[in-house]
């Protein structure tokens, strides 16, 4: 890989006496679709926790587009373009959709608390801006029309959406997804499949970590797997679905050979 945008290197994170995530190393290529899979415990939201900022790794490296960005705090990561979702959804939900798509702007802005008690032109027409651009996003994840519902009025699909596109809101060179299918049915896991190409032909990487073997496998162009913080393997999705490691990881010692198929897991 010539180019990644994503470097993590030996990766671990140790809470007390557990290793959740043991020397993990691995490459996102840009403008790609990566997966990181695992069972239950493996490790995958710990490392989207240390590659974003949000729990600083205790050995590695993580380099986003050439800077190391290993010991910088979350928010100066998500100012350098690598922006995360959450396992649990996480929304201002009293406020507005349209005003939660307008948070994840902030970063695209300028101005403070004088410039909005006085509200010279440039400034409204920032504002005026931001909500064209908040709309425009709304639109790319099938939220238009509900941009003045109270956030938490809406269904789970469609706060796991408003979610996605507060992150799109930010201009992600890098998106992280942390199990964005969670709690969908299969009509709005469908709808997120084509969600994230329309986001990777967009020009934005996505990397995801994701149960629902059945989007990854759509979706995916290459897949990491996790299993008790230790990388097992990599590949496309027919070498993962095909690898012993990544089968015995799922379904315990086996005697004869067998298919991964996504129901099973």
């Given at each position: 890989?010539?180019?990644?945008?994503?470097?993590?290197?030996?990766?671990?994170?140790?809470?007390?006496?557990?290793?959740?995530?043991?020397?993990?190393?691995?490459?996102?290529?840009?403008?790609?679709?990566?997966?990181?899979?695992?069972?239950?415990?493996?490790?995958?939201?710990?490392?989207?926790?240390?590659?974003?900022?949000?729990?600083?790794?205790?050995?590695?490296?993580?380099?986003?587009?050439?800077?190391?960005?290993?010991?910088?705090?979350?928010?100066?990561?998500?100012?350098?373009?690598?922006?995360?979702?959450?396992?649990?959804?996480?929304?201002?939900?009293q406020m507005s959709v349209l005003d939660n798509v307008r948070v994840g702007l902030h970063s695209q802005t300028r101005g403070g608390f004088a410039m909005a008690v006085i509200r010279p032109a440039w400034?409204?027409?920032?504002?005026?801006?931001?909500?064209?651009?908040?709309?425009?996003?709304?639109?790319?994840?099938?939220?238009?029309?509900?941009?003045?519902?109270?956030?938490?009025?809406?269904?789970?699909?469609?706060?796991?959406?408003?979610?996605?596109?507060?992150?799109?809101?930010?201009?992600?060179?890098?998106?992280?997804?942390?199990?964005?299918?969670?709690?969908?049915?299969?009509?709005?896991?469908?709808?997120?499949?084509?969600?994230?190409?329309?986001?990777?032909?967009?020009?934005?990487?996505?990397?995801?970590?994701?149960?629902d073997m059945d989007l990854v496998m759509r979706v995916a162009e290459s897949i990491h797997v996790l299993d008790f913080g230790q990388h097992i393997a990599r590949g496309t999705p027919a070498e993962v679905?095909?690898?012993?490691?990544?089968?015995?990881?799922?379904?315990?010692?086996?005697?004869?050979?067998?298919?991964?198929?996504?129901?099973?897991?």
């Open positions: 890989m010539a180019d990644p945008i994503l470097r993590v290197t030996d990766i671990t994170k140790r809470f007390g006496g557990v290793v959740a995530v043991n020397k993990v190393s691995f490459d996102v290529e840009r403008h790609s679709i990566t997966a990181v899979i695992g069972p239950n415990g493996a490790g995958k939201t710990t490392l989207f926790s240390a590659i974003s900022g949000f729990r600083a790794a205790d050995e590695g490296t993580v380099i986003f587009e050439n800077t190391d960005i290993t010991r910088t705090r979350a928010d100066e990561v998500a100012q350098r373009g690598l922006i995360r979702t959450f396992q649990l959804v996480r929304l201002f939900r400034f409204r027409e920032q504002e005026r801006r931001g909500i064209d651009e908040a709309r425009a996003v709304l639109d790319k994840v099938g939220l238009l029309g509900q941009e003045n519902a109270e956030a938490s009025t809406l269904t789970y699909g469609q706060q796991r959406l408003l979610e996605v596109a507060r992150a799109l809101a930010a201009k992600p060179k890098l998106l992280l997804l942390d199990e964005p299918a969670a709690g969908l049915n299969r009509v709005e896991s469908d709808n997120l499949a084509v969600l994230i190409r329309k986001i990777r032909e967009g020009g934005t990487t996505v990397l995801f970590v994701e149960h679905k095909a690898n012993p490691a990544v089968l015995k990881a799922y379904l315990g010692d086996i005697s004869e050979p067998v298919a991964l198929k996504a129901e099973m897991i």
